[in-house]
């Protein structure tokens, strides 16, 4: 878990979203006795967009606009679960996600692999509108080195987390194939596990087609009985971070916490609840390090 030691809100978000993603990718991965084509789509997307930062050494690293080119296998949702239905019948599928995030020279490329969940919030007969969340692992070719690549000071490590947010709207050109376009958010880090980790932020422009096999929805839209009973959550997770710079100490971060919570419909909850959070390296002072020979130590 990458976010644990930020603050409360992020911890329960992150949890929810991961435990979403993973529902996603377990749905799309079983056939329910069907045929392993059907409601099956195929999606080639493409991006375009331009590193930012408000870290001012991002300008000297950015050599190029971000192109990325993306495929993704996903099936449209049925009703089976609960969830489809409270959450307008999305699709779900899994991405390969691949290109130059703007820095040929300092970054290099980024491969991404990760699942994803697709929101309609505007379904006609021939155009939808949606928004996608997705997130999963990234591998940037060149991180930080204090030797080899001492100017990147946006991403200290080859594995990271992706995640992948977008606003897409799609047209239906006939009963397989459909055009889209939008507006994509992608962030790239590792949570501070291992320094600099400013992160990559890249804002993008997107188009693609997808082509559909076999369509056969049976949507099941049967009343879904909700229980509006109160439920208790308990909530832990153990992660590490890297402070106050690059060759500092690890510290092992832990998180505790428990929610009170009332559902008021199908996929909104109401509530509150404690969050217990533990981090030595609040108790140290950044001034007791220092450097020598490219690594820290206390005097």
Known sequence: M?????????????????????????????????????????????????????????????DSYSSFTEINFSRQTDGSKDWHRHNNYPHTGISFFYGNPGSKE??????????????????????????????????????YDVNSNHKNTLIGSHLNNIIHLMQQNEIRLNNSLSVNAGFAFIHISNGGVKLPNFGLNIPTLSAGLRYTFNENIIIDTSEVII????????LTSVGAKQTPW??????????????????VSGADDIGGGLDLFYDPSLTKDPSGYIKSNDKTVKP
Request: include cysteine; aromatic fraction near 14%.
């Open 246 to 263: 690059a060759g500092s100490p690890h510290y092992i971060i832990c998180f505790v916490g428990t929610e009170i919570v009332k559902p």
């Open 106 to 143: 300092y970054a290099g490329k980024s491969i991404s692999l990760f699942p994803f969940v697709n929101f309609s919030f505007i379904r006609k007969k021939n155009f939808k509108s949606s928004f996608r969340v997705g997130t999963g692992i990234s591998w940037i070719e060149k991180p």
């Open 227 to 234: 229980d509006k009973r109160p439920k208790i959550r308990l």
């Open 2 to 62: 990458f976010d644990v030691w930020i603050d409360a809100m992020p911890m329960r978000n992150s949890v929810k979203t991961t435990l979403c993603l993973l529902s996603a990718l377990l749905h799309f991965t079983h056939l329910n006795a069907q045929s392993s084509f059907d409601n099956l789509s195929v999606n080639v997307q493409q991006y375009y967009g331009s590193l930012v930062s408000i870290v001012p050494k991002t300008t000297y690293i950015r």
